[in-house]
């Protein structure tokens, strides 16, 4: 029988598990802030628009930012 990854390393499951609450998070968010977009564009708002347009892509930034980089997994060769 196995033993579940969270046993042998709880710091890291917790971490991953934060890492995937805060991307659940920012979708939700994106989700929420398209549709403001969407609607403020609808009646006529720019401003209110172009706002929720850039906090939008500043979420889709930071959501793929989130979790493990490839860049601090590949070691180089001593």
């Known amino acids: ?3 579940p990854t969270a046993v ?9 598990a934060s890492a995937a609450d805060d991307r659940l998070a ?3 968010r994106i ?5 403001e ?3 403020a564009a609808e009646r006529g ?3 209110a628009s172009a706002r929720s347009i ?3 892509l500043d979420c889709e930034r930071r959501a793929g930012q989130s979790g493990p980089q490839v860049l ?3 070691k180089p060769r001593s």
């Open 54 to 56: 850039l906090e939008l």
């Open 72 to 74: 601090q997994l590949i």
């Open 8 to 16: 042998l390393n709880p710091l890291r499951s917790s971490t991953t």
């Open 1 to 3: 029988m196995r033993t």
């Open 31 to 35: 989700t929420r802030l398209d549709s």
């Open 45 to 47: 708002d720019v401003t």
């Open 26 to 28: 920012l979708n939700q």
């Open 37 to 39: 977009a969407r609607l």
